[in-house]
């Protein structure tokens, strides 16, 4: 959530529906002074790369609903803005809230799934995808990702 507050902050502040690179580097890093300008980069390839802008002809546009955004009075991105999520444990959350099972919970059936239905030959992503079909949970946007995950590991 802070990633989409960071994203929305410079077009909601100037209230502009798109911006130019420059323009959106200019906001983080010199008038609100919240990153370098190298992090200023990184967190607008990151905001693209996950679909929360588009660029189009030299200029940024967000792909979601500026009004359905508050920028809290005094906020300040922290640095966690700047790590990937892990798919794994966002599908584990996913389950969690759905079934209103406490996270470990799901781990452990994570693992009880991997000892006991696949002797140990089962890796915890695909655990997680077991766990969300059973449940009914939507996992499909994290596929590739969990794939990525699988062979970098």
Request: hydrophobic share 40%; charged share 25%.
């Amino acid at each position: 959530m802070t990633l989409l507050i960071t994203v929305a902050a410079p077009f909601k502040h100037s209230r502009k529906s798109s911006m130019r690179k420059n323009e959106l580097v200019y906001y983080y890093a010199l008038d609100r002074k919240w990153m370098s300008t190298d992090q200023a980069n990184q967190i607008l390839r990151r905001a693209e790369e996950e679909g929360l802008m588009s660029l189009e002809n030299g200029m940024y546009a967000p792909r979601f609903d500026l009004t359905a955004i508050t920028i809290p009075i005094g906020f300040k991105p922290t640095s966690a803005i700047f790590e990937r999520n892990d798919p794994a444990q966002v599908l584990i959350g996913r389950i969690a809230k759905t079934t209103s099972l406490q996270e470990t919970e799901i781990v452990a059936e994570m693992n009880q799934t991997i000892r006991d239905g696949f002797d140990n030959h089962l890796l915890p992503p695909g655990a997680l995808v077991l766990l969300a079909k059973k449940y009914g949970v939507h996992f499909e946007d994290l596929s590739d990702a969990l794939m990525q995950s699988v062979k970098k590991g």
